[in-house]
DNA sequence: GCCGTTTTCGGCCCGACTGTTTTCAGTCG
C-alpha cells in the first residue's frame, strides 16, 4: 500500500458520490483527504498520525484502515457496484452535476453519454421536473461537440490562443483596458480555458461585439457580468470574460486568476481577519467593501506582499511568503544565453538579434547556433563557426552598451561523441551541448551521452535537459538526480528552457538542482527576435520552483559572467 | 464527511448565469 493509491481511492470515492448526488460537502471532504495527504511531504511509511491528521475523519480514516489493512476498501466497492461506469463521461457534460445525473438515472435509466442522447432526442428529458426544452437542447448539442473538447490544452497552444483574442479585444473600443487571468496568467504548462478580466462601463455592448467577432462553437453564458464561450479554434477551446468596473479590477484579477487553493487559502486569512473577499472587493465586519488600485495593495490589505501569479498554487506560498523578495525576477536578468541566427536556424542576423537584445537592456548575450550533426538545422561547421566567430568578435567593436558571446549549441552525438573536438571548444566563450537525436535510447545511452558532454571541461551547461516537448513527447528520459549530480561534481549549469514548447528542466527537478546547489540558466533559445520575450515566461515558471536571485545565472553581472564561466 | 477559543450543531468561499420556476436549484469557476 502506497499514499498514491489512497490518494486515488479517496478521488474515486469522490466521484462515485458525485454521481449518486450526494451532499457536496461530504463529496469535497473526500477530495480535501486527499489533497491533505497530497500535500503531506512524507511518505506513507513515516505517517504515524496520519489518521489524526487535520481533514481525516470517521469516515476517510474507515477508508485507510480499510486499504492498510485488506489492501481494498470496502467503500469503494460499494460504490463501483452502485454507479454505472458510463455515467463518469456524464461529468464532463457542461450542464450536467452530480445532482442532475442522480435525477436521470433515478427517473429514466440513464446510465450513459448514449442512453442520454436517445433520450434527449426522443424528448423524454424535457417531461422531467426541472428539465425543460431549453435544457435538452442544450445537453444534445454538448453531447454531440463532446469529442472536440480536449481536456488540457500546452501553455504554446494557449499562447496563441490568448494572442489572439489580445487581438480582438483591442479592436473594442468600449474596452477601457484588459488582462489575461486564469491558470495561463499563472504560467500553468496546461489550461483548460482562457480567462480574461475586462474593464468596461459597458458590459453589454462588449459583450455583443464579442458575441459577433469571436469563432464560436458554443454560448454557454452570456450576462451583465460575464460571457462564456466555446471558441471554434484550430481546437474547440472555452473563453470566459469577466465585465467588470475600473474599482474592481485588482479584486477581480486576483479571483480569477486563482489557483482555487490559492484564493480557498486568502478568503480563510480574510475571514479570519473577520473579513469577507469577493472577485469584487474585501467586505469588512461593517458591511463596507474596500476595493484596489492594484493586486499589490489587495495582499499589502492582508499585511502580504504580493505574491506573483506563478506562485500562487496549493496555497502553502501564503506561509513562504518571506523568501519571495529573494526570488528570480525578470528585471534581474542581465543577459540571454541561447539563441539562434540566420547562420543556423534562426530568422534574423547577428546584429539584428543583438539589437533585439539591447533594447532589453541585457548587459550581455551569448549567441549559440547549431553545430554540423543537426543537417535539418544547417548546423555549423568549424569553419563556418571561426568564421562567425570572426564576425562576432567584430561586431563586439562596435558596441559599447552590450557584450556579445561566441558560443555554439552542439550537438551531442548518438555515440556519446561531440559535434566538435576540444581545440574548437577552446576559441569559444560559452558551450552548450545539447541532445536533438535517437530520443529512443535506453536511459543508460542517453546517460552516457550527457555525461561525456558534462564531463568535458570546455561544456558549460547542458540545454534542454531532458527533451521534452509540453502535450507533445515525453523527452529522452535521462535520470535527471543523476545529471544533477553530475552537474555539482563538474560545476556545470543546467537550463531552464524559457520555451512554452519546453519548459526545461521542469518545476520539479527545478528544486532538486537549485538545493543540490547546481546554478541554473533560464534561456529562450529563440529563434526569432519575438521569442526573446520568452524570458518572461521563463522567469515566471522559474518562480514556481522557488529559484533564487543567486541559483540563476542570467542575474550575474557581467564581470561575474566573465570571471566565473567565460574565463573560467 | 469534517471541524470547533461563539465547540457536538451548523457551516463549509462566494457569486453569476441559466432554465426552470413564480422564488429557486443546479452548475460553474
Not at 489492501?71 to 464532463?92: A, C, N, R, T, Y
Not at 514556481?544 to 543567486?550: I, P, R, Y
Request: one cysteine or more.
Amino acid at each position: 500500500m502506497n499514499k498514491k493509491t489512497i490518494i486515488r481511492t479517496f478521488e474515486k470515492i469522490a466521484l462515485y458520490m458525485e454521481l449518486l448526488g450526494e451532499n457536496h460537502f461530504k463529496v469535497s471532504a473526500f477530495r480535501k483527504a486527499a489533497n491533505v495527504l497530497e500535500l503531506d511531504p512524507r511518505s506513507l511509511s513515516e505517517m504515524d498520525d496520519i489518521l489524526t491528521l487535520k481533514g481525516i475523519g470517521k469516515g476517510t480514516g474507515a477508508v485507510i484502515t480499510d486499504l492498510l489493512e485488506k489492501g481494498e476498501s470496502d467503500l469503494q466497492k460499494e460504490l463501483e457496484e452502485e454507479v454505472p461506469k458510463g455515467l463518469i463521461p456524464l461529468l464532463k457534460v457542461p450542464g450536467l452535476g452530480g445532482k442532475r445525473i442522480a435525477k436521470l438515472r433515478e427517473a429514466i435509466g440513464i446510465d450513459s453519454v448514449e442512453s442520454l442522447r436517445a433520450a434527449c432526442a426522443a424528448g423524454e428529458v424535457s417531461k422531467l421536473p426541472g428539465f425543460g426544452k431549453k435544457t435538452e437542447e442544450n445537453l444534445l448539442n454538448e453531447i454531440d461537440i463532446l469529442g472536440t473538447r480536449q481536456g488540457k490544452f500546452p501553455i504554446w497552444q494557449m499562447e496563441k490562443v490568448v494572442t489572439f483574442l489580445e487581438t480582438e479585444l483591442q479592436k473594442i473600443t468600449e474596452i477601457k483596458h484588459f488582462s489575461v487571468a486564469g491558470s495561463y496568467r499563472r504560467t500553468k504548462e496546461e489550461s483548460s480555458d482562457v480567462d480574461f478580466i475586462i474593464v468596461t462601463d459597458e458590459p453589454s455592448i462588449v459583450r455583443e461585439k464579442l458575441l459577433q467577432s469571436l469563432p464560436l462553437l458554443a454560448t454557454i453564458a452570456a450576462g451583465d457580468s460575464k460571457l462564456s464561450v466555446t471558441l471554434d479554434l484550430e481546437e474547440a477551446i472555452d473563453a470566459d470574460f469577466r465585465f467588470v468596473k475600473d474599482e474592481q479590477f485588482a479584486s477581480a484579477i486576483h479571483h480569477f486568476t486563482g489557483s482555487k487553493d490559492h484564493n480557498v487559502r486568502m478568503r480563510q486569512l480574510a475571514k479570519s481577519k473577520g473579513m469577507k473577499i469577493s472577485e469584487y472587493g474585501v467586505e469588512s465586519e461593517d458591511g463596507s467593501i474596500i476595493t484596489f488600485e492594484t493586486e499589490e495593495q489587495f495582499y499589502a490589505h492582508f499585511d502580504l506582499p504580493f505574491i506573483p501569479p506563478s506562485l500562487r498554487m496549493d496555497g502553502r506560498e501564503i506561509d513562504r511568503t518571506d523568501e519571495i523578495a529573494g526570488l528570480v525576477d525578470l528585471e534581474d536578468i542581465k543577459g540571454d544565453f541561447h539563441m539562434h541566427t540566420t547562420w543556423s536556424d534562426g530568422a534574423y542576423s547577428i546584429r539584428e538579434m543583438v539589437d533585439a537584445c539591447r533594447v532589453k537592456g541585457y548587459s550581455h548575450l551569448v549567441i549559440t547556433d547549431h553545430t554540423q550533426y543537426l543537417k535539418v538545422a544547417n548546423g555549423l561547421t568549424p569553419e563556418r563557426l571561426r568564421d562567425q566567430i570572426a564576425e562576432i568578435r567584430s561586431l563586439n567593436e562596435e558596441y559599447d552598451d552590450i557584450e556579445i558571446f561566441c558560443g555554439t549549441e552542439m550537438d551531442i552525438l548518438p555515440d556519446a561523441t561531440l559535434d566538435f573536438d576540444d581545440d574548437l571548444l577552446k576559441e569559444l566563450d560559452f558551450v552548450i551541448a545539447s541532445i536533438h537525436s535517437s530520443f529512443s535510447q535506453s536511459q543508460e545511452q542517453i546517460m552516457e551521452r550527457l555525461h561525456s558532454a558534462i564531463s568535458n571541461p570546455n561544456v558549460d551547461m547542458i540545454a534542454h535537459p531532458t527533451g521534452r516537448i509540453i502535450g507533445q513527447r515525453e523527452g529522452y528520459n535521462p535520470d535527471v538526480p543523476q545529471l544533477i549530480e553530475w552537474a555539482k561534481e563538474y560545476g556545470k549549469i543546467l537550463e531552464l528552457n524559457a520555451s512554452p514548447y519546453r519548459l526545461d528542466l521542469m518545476t520539479e527537478q527545478l528544486i532538486m538542482a537549485q538545493e543540490a546547489g547546481v546554478h541554473i540558466a533560464i534561456n529562450t533559445d529563440a529563434h526569432a527576435i519575438d521569442q526573446l520575450k520568452y524570458m518572461k515566461t521563463g522567469v515566471n515558471y522559474a518562480k514556481k520552483a522557488w529559484l533564487k536571485k543567486e541559483t540563476v545565472v542570467n542575474t550575474w553581472p557581467l564581470d561575474k559572467f566573465i570571471r566565473e564561466i567565460v574565463r573560467k
